[in-house]
């Protein structure tokens, strides 16, 4: 018979995650059913991640770190101070040396160079007359970007002409350290995303096809189509970084394709928006296989399933029945509020058959209040 006394539960091993936005909480929702339960720091109130664990406000690091030994982060650019701030018995990955780096545009650069992996032409930019020799030198359109606090596209200016010099300079000259780099008239944007182990186990997923609108990323295609060439090309710069790093978790790199081969744009020290296909689309997702990495656990397949797109939901929410009505879609609502711009949720198309996506792609766009750039 069976006797509840005498069976013992597995403890619930505890992961404590720096940020509690929409990838806190999908990182959580695939750390539930291997028994880990997540706690979150945040300075925001109202976090999508807070539906999956305790919110824990800056104020209080303490309450926090508690007991817990092993960190990670959603976002690249906590501060390096909250990160010192741990006990020196706790660990965090990725590493600390792969925040530092990846938190400016122009470490990130100089480590792309390091490597061999080949960017973007650019220049330091730190007074008006760098960002005039940078347009001579680079010639124009560039763009300029600082080179930290960055994301979504924001913390850009596209210097078209010479005109555009001194209000670009106005724009962002008070925002620290910037970078101005050539303008790429690429064909396509491509990721790669990958997940290394602490045994230096690397697993790799198919790569995806990046479509942005206005600076923010629209959708993403996966498998890339016609990516046979390039494929091993972008998996040996990421191998490159990761081992340059030494690094644990999922790291993702973003990529130009230019007739000329794959230029780096930008690496994420996290799971990434362009690998939210990989929770149905894959064997393992993004944010099984990061928790897995860093809990010292082994790493699960990578394996495309099926072919599928991923679409965001941006601005304002469609409506929920709406998108349940489609055959094979995946709604995810980061249950966030409404406002331009800003990211509360996507939704993954994964028909049985791939041929099925053109269609169903097309059944979706009047659904989507903003779906520009799908049209
Ligand atoms: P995200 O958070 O979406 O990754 P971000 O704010 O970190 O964006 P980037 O990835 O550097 O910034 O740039 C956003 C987009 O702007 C790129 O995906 C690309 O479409 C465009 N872009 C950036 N740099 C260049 C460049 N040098 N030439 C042409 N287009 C560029
Ligand atoms: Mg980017």
């Given at each position: ?24 909480r999908m990182l959580a929702q695939a750390a539930l059913p291997l ?278 939901i941006i601005g304002q929410y469609p409506k929920r029945e709406d ?31 791939s041929e099925e996506l053109p269609a169903l792609i097309k059944q ?12």
């Open positions: 018979m069976f006797n509840p006394v005498s069976c013992t539960a597995m403890a619930p091993l505890q992961l404590g995650i720096f940020g509690a936005g929409q990838l806190g028994g880990i339960r997540c706690v979150f720091l945040d300075a925001v109130n109202q976090s999508p991640a807070a539906a999956l664990g305790p919110v824990f406000s800056p104020d209080d690091m303490h309450a926090f770190v508690g007991q817990r030994r092993l960190f990670t982060l959603e976002f690249e650019n906590i501060p390096l101070s909250s990160i010192d701030a741990l006990p020196e018995a706790a660990t965090i990955f990725p590493p600390r040396a792969a925040l530092a780096i990846t938190q400016n545009r122009l470490l990130e650069k100089s480590t792309f160079d390091a490597l061999n992996i080949p960017v973007a032409p650019y220049r330091a930019v730190h007074c008006l007359t760098d960002l005039q020799n940078a347009a001579d030198q680079l010639g124009l359109p560039m763009v300029l970007k600082t080179a930290t606090g960055g994301y979504d596209g924001k913390g850009q200016y596209v210097v078209k002409t010479a005109h555009d010099i001194a209000r670009a300079w106005e724009t962002l000259g008070t925002h620290g350290p910037l970078i101005a780099e050539g303008f790429i008239h690429f064909e396509r944007e491509v990721s790669v995303i990958a997940v290394r182990a602490q045994t230096g186990d690397i697993r790799y997923w198919e790569l995806a096809q990046n479509h942005h609108h206005q600076g923010i990323l629209s959708h993403s295609v996966v498998p890339a189509p016609n990516i046979e060439t390039l494929t091993p090309i972008a998996q040996q710069y990421m191998q490159q970084l990761l081992e340059h790093l030494n690094y644990v978790g999922v790291l993702t790199l973003e990529l130009f394709v230019t007739p000329e081969g794959l230029l780096a744009n930008e690496m994420a020290p996290r799971v990434h928006n362009s690998g939210h296909w990989t929770i149905e689309g894959a064997v393992c997702s993004q944010f099984e296989n990061h928790i897995r990495a860093v809990m010292g656990l082994p790493l699960g397949e990578t394996d495309l399933i099926k072919p599928c797109v991923m679409v965001n998108i349940l009505a489609l055959p094979a879609a995946h709604l995810h609502d980061y249950e966030k509020e409404e406002r331009p711009g800003r990211k509360l949720g996507h939704i993954t198309l994964m028909p049985p058959k979706l766009i009047p659904l989507l209040p903003d779906a520009l750039a799908l049209k």
